[in-house]
Protein backbone atom coordinates (compact mmCIF):
# COMPACT_ATOMS: atom_id res chain seq x y z
CA UNK A 1 0.00 0.00 0.00
CA UNK A 2 1.50 3.35 -1.20
CA UNK A 3 0.02 6.84 -0.22
CA UNK A 4 1.00 10.12 -1.58
CA UNK A 5 0.32 13.71 0.70
CA UNK A 6 0.37 16.12 -2.19
CA UNK A 7 1.04 19.94 -1.81
CA UNK A 8 1.25 20.30 2.25
CA UNK A 9 3.41 22.49 3.62
CA UNK A 10 6.29 20.29 4.70
CA UNK A 11 8.72 20.75 7.83
CA UNK A 12 11.80 19.98 6.25
CA UNK A 13 15.45 21.22 6.65
CA UNK A 14 14.15 24.01 9.73
CA UNK A 15 11.08 25.09 7.39
CA UNK A 16 7.84 24.92 5.82
CA UNK A 17 8.36 23.58 2.37
CA UNK A 18 6.02 22.90 -0.41
CA UNK A 19 6.35 18.90 -0.75
CA UNK A 20 4.60 15.74 -1.43
CA UNK A 21 5.39 12.84 0.88
CA UNK A 22 5.00 9.01 -0.38
CA UNK A 23 4.68 6.31 2.31
CA UNK A 24 4.91 2.96 1.51
CA UNK A 25 3.82 0.62 4.35
CA UNK A 26 4.60 2.21 8.17
CA UNK A 27 7.89 4.29 6.62
CA UNK A 28 8.39 7.49 4.16
CA UNK A 29 9.72 6.24 1.21
CA UNK A 30 10.29 9.67 -0.52
CA UNK A 31 9.98 13.61 -0.15
CA UNK A 32 10.09 15.31 -2.59
CA UNK A 33 8.29 18.37 -5.03
CA UNK A 34 5.92 17.06 -8.09
CA UNK A 35 6.11 12.93 -6.60
CA UNK A 36 4.81 10.92 -9.52
CA UNK A 37 0.91 9.98 -9.18
CA UNK A 38 1.68 6.36 -9.24
CA UNK A 39 0.40 5.86 -5.63
CA UNK A 40 -2.21 3.69 -4.46
CA UNK A 41 -3.94 6.82 -2.69
CA UNK A 42 -3.28 10.55 -3.49
CA UNK A 43 -4.26 12.63 -0.13
CA UNK A 44 -4.40 16.45 -0.87
CA UNK A 45 -3.26 18.49 1.81
CA UNK A 46 -3.26 21.67 0.11
CA UNK A 47 -3.65 24.27 3.01
CA UNK A 48 -2.47 21.84 5.60
CA UNK A 49 0.63 21.95 7.85
CA UNK A 50 2.89 18.73 8.45
CA UNK A 51 5.07 17.90 11.05
CA UNK A 52 7.39 15.19 12.20
CA UNK A 53 5.47 13.35 14.62
CA UNK A 54 4.62 15.26 17.91
CA UNK A 55 5.39 12.93 20.84
CA UNK A 56 4.06 13.39 24.64
CA UNK A 57 6.76 12.29 26.91
CA UNK A 58 5.05 12.44 29.99
CA UNK A 59 1.47 10.98 30.48
CA UNK A 60 -0.62 9.00 33.17
CA UNK A 61 -3.35 7.42 32.29
CA UNK A 62 -4.57 5.43 34.86
CA UNK A 63 -4.65 1.79 33.66
CA UNK A 64 -4.36 -0.32 35.11
CA UNK A 65 -6.48 0.84 38.43
CA UNK A 66 -8.56 3.71 37.98
CA UNK A 67 -10.03 3.28 34.31
CA UNK A 68 -13.06 5.36 35.02
CA UNK A 69 -10.36 8.37 35.08
CA UNK A 70 -8.19 7.16 31.80
CA UNK A 71 -7.59 3.65 29.70
CA UNK A 72 -4.49 3.56 27.43
CA UNK A 73 -7.42 3.06 24.94
CA UNK A 74 -9.03 6.56 26.26
CA UNK A 75 -5.65 8.23 27.12
CA UNK A 76 -4.56 7.92 23.37
CA UNK A 77 -7.66 8.46 22.07
CA UNK A 78 -7.19 11.94 23.06
CA UNK A 79 -3.17 12.26 22.08
CA UNK A 80 -4.04 11.48 18.44
CA UNK A 81 -7.20 13.77 18.27
CA UNK A 82 -5.01 16.35 19.39
CA UNK A 83 -2.26 15.49 16.66
CA UNK A 84 0.07 13.48 19.46
CA UNK A 85 1.91 10.16 17.56
CA UNK A 86 3.39 9.15 20.78
CA UNK A 87 3.31 9.14 24.74
CA UNK A 88 5.66 8.17 27.10
CA UNK A 89 3.19 6.32 29.80
CA UNK A 90 3.97 7.00 33.78
CA UNK A 91 4.23 3.87 36.09
CA UNK A 92 2.25 5.03 38.99
CA UNK A 93 -0.73 3.24 38.44
CA UNK A 94 -2.44 0.69 40.52
CA UNK A 95 -0.09 -1.46 40.43
CA UNK A 96 2.55 0.36 40.38
CA UNK A 97 5.41 -0.65 37.38
CA UNK A 98 8.33 -1.71 39.14
CA UNK A 99 8.87 -5.19 38.06
CA UNK A 100 9.32 -6.51 34.36
CA UNK A 101 6.23 -8.59 35.01
CA UNK A 102 3.98 -5.33 35.43
CA UNK A 103 6.19 -3.18 32.48
CA UNK A 104 5.20 -6.10 29.96
CA UNK A 105 1.47 -6.20 31.25
CA UNK A 106 0.83 -2.75 30.32
CA UNK A 107 2.94 -3.35 27.03
CA UNK A 108 0.14 -6.53 26.34
CA UNK A 109 -2.71 -4.62 27.51
CA UNK A 110 -1.76 -1.50 24.94
CA UNK A 111 -1.16 -3.69 21.37
CA UNK A 112 -4.35 -3.40 19.46
CA UNK A 113 -5.58 -0.63 21.69
CA UNK A 114 -3.53 2.73 21.80
CA UNK A 115 -4.11 4.72 18.74
CA UNK A 116 -0.71 6.16 19.31
CA UNK A 117 2.99 4.45 19.93
CA UNK A 118 4.08 4.09 23.30
CA UNK A 119 6.59 3.78 25.61
CA UNK A 120 6.02 2.96 29.49
CA UNK A 121 8.37 4.04 32.58
CA UNK A 122 9.71 1.71 34.86
CA UNK A 123 8.72 3.23 38.80
CA UNK A 124 12.00 3.53 40.83
CA UNK A 125 11.71 2.12 44.58
CA UNK A 126 14.09 1.50 47.02
CA UNK A 127 13.81 -2.43 46.56
CA UNK A 128 14.53 -1.96 42.82
CA UNK A 129 17.51 0.70 43.05
CA UNK A 130 20.23 -2.04 42.63
CA UNK A 131 18.66 -4.03 40.04
CA UNK A 132 17.95 -1.76 37.64
CA UNK A 133 20.15 -3.38 34.33
CA UNK A 134 17.43 -5.43 33.78
CA UNK A 135 16.16 -2.52 32.06
CA UNK A 136 19.24 -2.25 29.47
CA UNK A 137 17.90 -2.60 25.92
CA UNK A 138 14.26 -3.02 26.83
CA UNK A 139 12.20 -1.78 23.80
CA UNK A 140 8.79 -0.12 24.73
CA UNK A 141 10.65 1.39 28.09
CA UNK A 142 11.51 4.76 27.65
CA UNK A 143 13.41 4.88 31.02
CA UNK A 144 13.04 5.13 34.85
CA UNK A 145 10.58 7.29 36.84
CA UNK A 146 11.26 8.53 39.86
CA UNK A 147 9.15 10.64 42.60
CA UNK A 148 11.59 11.73 44.98
CA UNK A 149 8.41 14.13 46.29
CA UNK A 150 5.05 12.13 46.68
CA UNK A 151 2.54 12.91 44.41
CA UNK A 152 -0.11 10.73 43.38
CA UNK A 153 -0.11 7.23 43.53
CA UNK A 154 2.69 5.03 46.26
CA UNK A 155 5.91 5.49 44.28
CA UNK A 156 8.09 7.41 46.30
CA UNK A 157 12.03 7.52 46.39
CA UNK A 158 12.74 10.21 49.09
CA UNK A 159 16.02 9.22 50.96
CA UNK A 160 18.96 10.51 49.27
CA UNK A 161 20.59 7.33 49.98
CA UNK A 162 18.21 5.52 47.01
CA UNK A 163 17.93 8.50 45.13
CA UNK A 164 21.51 8.64 44.46
CA UNK A 165 21.19 4.75 44.08
CA UNK A 166 18.55 4.59 41.42
CA UNK A 167 20.75 7.70 39.09
CA UNK A 168 23.77 5.60 39.66
CA UNK A 169 22.58 2.46 39.10
CA UNK A 170 20.06 2.95 35.72
CA UNK A 171 21.49 1.91 32.92
CA UNK A 172 18.72 4.22 31.44
CA UNK A 173 17.71 7.91 31.82
CA UNK A 174 16.00 8.60 34.93
CA UNK A 175 12.99 11.14 34.82
CA UNK A 176 12.25 12.66 38.15
CA UNK A 177 9.40 14.73 40.12
CA UNK A 178 11.60 16.98 41.77
CA UNK A 179 10.03 18.26 45.11
CA UNK A 180 11.99 17.95 48.33
CA UNK A 181 9.64 14.97 50.53
CA UNK A 182 10.90 15.92 53.63
CA UNK A 183 10.70 19.69 53.23
CA UNK A 184 6.62 18.95 52.11
CA UNK A 185 6.17 16.90 55.84
CA UNK A 186 7.64 19.43 57.44
CA UNK A 187 5.46 22.33 55.94
CA UNK A 188 2.28 20.67 56.10
CA UNK A 189 1.14 23.64 58.42
CA UNK A 190 0.12 25.63 55.67
CA UNK A 191 -1.84 24.08 54.00
CA UNK A 192 -5.06 25.87 54.71
CA UNK A 193 -8.27 23.58 54.30
CA UNK A 194 -10.68 25.22 51.13
CA UNK A 195 -7.96 27.38 50.19
CA UNK A 196 -6.42 26.33 46.87
CA UNK A 197 -4.02 28.78 47.01
CA UNK A 198 -2.29 27.60 50.34
CA UNK A 199 -1.07 24.78 47.79
CA UNK A 200 1.16 26.81 46.30
CA UNK A 201 2.57 28.00 49.49
CA UNK A 202 2.91 24.57 51.37
CA UNK A 203 4.68 22.89 48.11
CA UNK A 204 6.74 26.08 47.62
CA UNK A 205 9.55 27.17 45.12
CA UNK A 206 12.57 25.80 48.31
CA UNK A 207 10.99 22.72 48.14
CA UNK A 208 11.75 22.18 44.32
CA UNK A 209 15.35 24.05 44.12
CA UNK A 210 16.73 22.38 46.83
CA UNK A 211 15.07 18.71 45.84
CA UNK A 212 16.71 19.57 41.85
CA UNK A 213 19.66 20.99 43.29
CA UNK A 214 20.72 17.70 45.13
CA UNK A 215 19.84 15.31 41.89
CA UNK A 216 21.93 17.46 39.66
CA UNK A 217 24.91 16.95 41.91
CA UNK A 218 24.22 13.18 41.88
CA UNK A 219 23.52 13.36 37.91
CA UNK A 220 27.45 14.98 37.59
CA UNK A 221 29.11 13.04 40.14
CA UNK A 222 28.13 9.88 38.71
CA UNK A 223 28.12 10.97 35.00
CA UNK A 224 24.43 9.87 34.47
CA UNK A 225 21.80 11.57 32.41
CA UNK A 226 18.34 12.90 34.31
CA UNK A 227 15.91 14.72 33.35
CA UNK A 228 13.92 16.57 35.79
CA UNK A 229 10.14 16.80 35.10
CA UNK A 230 8.05 20.20 34.99
CA UNK A 231 9.99 22.57 36.32
CA UNK A 232 8.19 25.29 38.08
CA UNK A 233 10.66 27.82 39.08
CA UNK A 234 12.86 30.67 37.63
CA UNK A 235 15.34 29.46 40.24
CA UNK A 236 15.66 26.06 39.09
CA UNK A 237 16.13 27.26 35.75
CA UNK A 238 18.77 29.89 36.47
CA UNK A 239 20.79 27.28 38.40
CA UNK A 240 21.28 25.29 35.28
CA UNK A 241 21.83 27.75 33.16
CA UNK A 242 25.15 28.76 35.77
CA UNK A 243 25.64 25.44 36.19
CA UNK A 244 25.25 23.58 33.15
CA UNK A 245 25.63 19.42 32.52
CA UNK A 246 25.79 17.35 30.27
CA UNK A 247 23.93 14.96 32.19
CA UNK A 248 20.83 17.00 32.74
CA UNK A 249 17.77 18.16 30.79
CA UNK A 250 14.63 19.75 32.16
CA UNK A 251 11.10 19.60 30.80
CA UNK A 252 8.36 22.05 31.49
CA UNK A 253 4.71 21.51 30.78
CA UNK A 254 2.05 24.10 29.15
CA UNK A 255 0.68 24.51 32.05
CA UNK A 256 2.93 26.30 33.91
CA UNK A 257 4.11 28.21 30.78
CA UNK A 258 0.04 29.03 30.71
CA UNK A 259 -1.01 29.10 33.93
CA UNK A 260 0.01 31.29 36.92
CA UNK A 261 -1.15 31.83 40.70
CA UNK A 262 -3.23 33.81 42.18
CA UNK A 263 -5.41 34.27 38.99
CA UNK A 264 -5.78 30.59 38.16
CA UNK A 265 -7.15 29.53 41.54
CA UNK A 266 -9.33 32.33 41.63
CA UNK A 267 -10.60 31.19 37.82
CA UNK A 268 -10.68 27.51 37.94
CA UNK A 269 -10.18 26.45 41.85
CA UNK A 270 -9.38 22.81 42.84
CA UNK A 271 -8.84 22.33 38.74
CA UNK A 272 -5.76 24.52 38.69
CA UNK A 273 -4.24 21.86 41.37
CA UNK A 274 -1.02 20.56 40.21
CA UNK A 275 2.09 18.90 41.36
CA UNK A 276 4.70 20.78 41.15
CA UNK A 277 2.21 23.51 41.14
CA UNK A 278 1.40 26.56 38.87
CA UNK A 279 3.30 29.73 40.45
CA UNK A 280 2.89 32.86 40.22
CA UNK A 281 3.81 35.20 36.89
CA UNK A 282 7.24 35.99 38.02
CA UNK A 283 8.10 31.93 37.97
CA UNK A 284 6.06 31.43 34.81
CA UNK A 285 8.22 34.14 32.89
CA UNK A 286 11.19 32.44 34.44
CA UNK A 287 10.25 29.08 33.11
CA UNK A 288 10.11 30.92 29.05
CA UNK A 289 13.37 32.34 29.79
CA UNK A 290 14.83 28.78 30.05
CA UNK A 291 13.15 27.66 27.29
CA UNK A 292 14.47 31.05 25.00
CA UNK A 293 17.68 30.20 26.57
CA UNK A 294 17.71 26.30 25.46
CA UNK A 295 17.60 25.43 29.53
CA UNK A 296 14.04 23.62 28.58
CA UNK A 297 14.63 21.40 25.62
CA UNK A 298 11.27 19.04 25.76
CA UNK A 299 7.28 20.02 26.68
CA UNK A 300 5.53 17.61 28.55
CA UNK A 301 1.71 17.58 29.39
CA UNK A 302 1.73 15.90 32.59
CA UNK A 303 -1.73 14.81 31.25
CA UNK A 304 -2.85 13.54 34.96
CA UNK A 305 -6.71 13.36 34.64
CA UNK A 306 -9.00 13.34 37.42
CA UNK A 307 -12.80 13.59 37.42
CA UNK A 308 -14.89 16.48 38.28
CA UNK A 309 -16.46 15.00 40.93
CA UNK A 310 -12.81 13.95 42.55
CA UNK A 311 -11.62 17.81 41.87
CA UNK A 312 -14.17 19.57 42.83
CA UNK A 313 -13.77 18.29 46.26
CA UNK A 314 -12.70 21.23 49.07
CA UNK A 315 -9.06 21.53 49.03
CA UNK A 316 -7.15 19.56 50.39
CA UNK A 317 -8.92 16.22 49.53
CA UNK A 318 -8.94 17.57 45.78
CA UNK A 319 -6.63 15.84 44.20
CA UNK A 320 -3.53 16.93 42.19
CA UNK A 321 -3.47 17.21 37.98
CA UNK A 322 -4.90 17.75 35.14
CA UNK A 323 -5.38 16.19 31.71
CA UNK A 324 -3.05 18.04 28.86
CA UNK A 325 -2.27 15.17 25.84
CA UNK A 326 -4.86 16.69 23.58
CA UNK A 327 -3.99 20.17 23.58
CA UNK A 328 -0.25 20.29 24.25
CA UNK A 329 1.10 19.95 20.70
CA UNK A 330 -1.87 22.81 19.83
CA UNK A 331 -0.96 25.39 22.79
CA UNK A 332 2.79 25.14 21.85
CA UNK A 333 1.86 26.09 17.65
CA UNK A 334 -0.16 28.63 19.13
CA UNK A 335 2.72 30.25 20.65
CA UNK A 336 4.65 29.26 17.44
CA UNK A 337 2.24 31.55 15.56
CA UNK A 338 1.54 34.26 18.08
CA UNK A 339 5.72 34.86 18.05
CA UNK A 340 6.12 33.37 21.59
CA UNK A 341 8.88 30.43 19.90
CA UNK A 342 9.78 29.88 16.98
CA UNK A 343 8.92 27.07 14.22
CA UNK A 344 12.20 25.38 14.81
CA UNK A 345 11.73 25.37 18.85
CA UNK A 346 8.19 24.20 18.79
CA UNK A 347 9.17 21.12 16.48
CA UNK A 348 12.32 20.44 18.54
CA UNK A 349 10.38 20.85 21.95
CA UNK A 350 7.58 18.17 20.50
CA UNK A 351 9.84 16.01 18.34
CA UNK A 352 13.16 16.57 17.79
CA UNK A 353 14.35 16.76 21.48
CA UNK A 354 12.53 13.72 22.71
CA UNK A 355 13.97 11.87 19.78
CA UNK A 356 17.21 12.55 20.92
CA UNK A 357 16.92 12.78 24.26
CA UNK A 358 15.54 9.27 24.60
CA UNK A 359 16.76 7.68 21.58
CA UNK A 360 13.62 6.54 20.02
CA UNK A 361 14.42 4.91 16.72
CA UNK A 362 13.71 5.91 13.00
CA UNK A 363 12.01 9.51 13.73
CA UNK A 364 12.18 13.07 14.82
CA UNK A 365 12.15 14.08 10.84
CA UNK A 366 10.07 14.09 7.76
CA UNK A 367 13.24 11.92 5.65
CA UNK A 368 13.45 9.04 3.49
CA UNK A 369 13.35 5.74 5.40
CA UNK A 370 11.75 7.15 8.88
CA UNK A 371 8.49 5.64 10.33
CA UNK A 372 5.83 8.15 8.91
CA UNK A 373 4.31 9.44 12.25
CA UNK A 374 2.76 12.42 11.22
CA UNK A 375 1.10 15.74 13.16
CA UNK A 376 -1.11 17.37 10.23
CA UNK A 377 -2.40 20.95 11.60
CA UNK A 378 -4.67 23.23 9.78
CA UNK A 379 -2.67 26.93 10.67
CA UNK A 380 -4.66 29.09 8.69
CA UNK A 381 -7.97 28.34 10.73
CA UNK A 382 -8.52 29.18 14.35
CA UNK A 383 -10.07 26.81 17.17
CA UNK A 384 -11.43 26.88 20.31
CA UNK A 385 -10.78 24.72 22.39
CA UNK A 386 -13.77 22.98 24.71
CA UNK A 387 -14.39 20.54 27.36
CA UNK A 388 -17.11 18.82 24.77
CA UNK A 389 -14.34 18.24 22.50
CA UNK A 390 -12.22 16.06 25.30
CA UNK A 391 -11.75 12.57 24.39
CA UNK A 392 -10.03 11.51 27.83
CA UNK A 393 -12.49 10.11 30.44
CA UNK A 394 -12.29 12.83 32.47
CA UNK A 395 -13.94 15.11 30.27
CA UNK A 396 -12.76 18.49 31.32
CA UNK A 397 -9.57 21.03 30.08
CA UNK A 398 -8.25 23.78 32.11
CA UNK A 399 -7.97 25.05 28.71
CA UNK A 400 -11.88 25.36 27.97
CA UNK A 401 -12.90 28.23 26.28
CA UNK A 402 -9.34 28.96 24.97
CA UNK A 403 -9.06 30.25 21.12
CA UNK A 404 -6.12 29.15 18.93
CA UNK A 405 -4.98 30.45 15.90
CA UNK A 406 -4.69 26.24 14.80
CA UNK A 407 -6.83 23.87 14.10
CA UNK A 408 -6.14 20.00 14.69
CA UNK A 409 -6.80 18.58 11.18
CA UNK A 410 -4.80 15.04 11.16
CA UNK A 411 -2.42 12.07 12.57
CA UNK A 412 -0.81 9.71 10.63
CA UNK A 413 0.96 6.71 13.02
CA UNK A 414 3.30 4.08 11.59
CA UNK A 415 1.97 5.10 7.82
CA UNK A 416 -1.89 4.92 8.74
CA UNK A 417 -4.32 7.63 8.27
CA UNK A 418 -5.68 7.40 11.97
CA UNK A 419 -7.33 10.38 12.30
CA UNK A 420 -8.75 12.89 9.83
CA UNK A 421 -10.55 16.52 9.13
CA UNK A 422 -10.45 16.14 13.66
CA UNK A 423 -12.06 12.52 13.47
CA UNK A 424 -10.89 9.12 14.17
CA UNK A 425 -10.88 7.55 11.20
CA UNK A 426 -9.11 4.29 11.85
CA UNK A 427 -8.52 1.14 14.51
CA UNK A 428 -5.65 1.76 16.72
CA UNK A 429 -2.85 1.58 15.18
CA UNK A 430 -0.17 2.15 17.87
CA UNK A 431 3.39 0.26 18.28
CA UNK A 432 5.80 0.27 21.43
CA UNK A 433 8.84 2.40 20.35
CA UNK A 434 11.75 0.71 20.03
CA UNK A 435 15.35 3.10 20.96
CA UNK A 436 18.87 3.31 20.15
ZN1 LIG B 1 3.56 13.39 35.92
Redesign the pocket.
Known sequence: MSLLLKNGQVYYNDDFQNLDILIEGNKIKKVGKNLDDNADEIQDCSGLSIFPGFIDT?V?FREPGDEKKETLESGSRAAVLGGMTGVFE?PNTNPIVDNLERLNDKLSRAKNRMHCNYAFYFGATNENSDNLDILKGLDGCCGVKMFVGSSTGDLLVKDSFYIEQVIKNSPRIVSI?SEDEDMLLARKNVIEEGNVKSHYIWRSVECAVSSTKKLIDFANKHKKKIHI??ITTKDEVNYLKDNQSDYVTFETTPNHISLYGPDIYDQIGTFAQINPPIRTKEHLEGIWKGIDENIISIIGS?H?PHTKEQKNQPYPKSPSGMPGTQTIGLIMTDYYLKNKISLKKLVDLLCVNPCKLFGIKDRGEIKEGNIADLTIYNLNKSFTIKDEWIASNCGWTPFNGKELKVSPFGTFVQGNKVVWDQKLVNEAKGQAYAFN
Open positions: HHMHLHDS
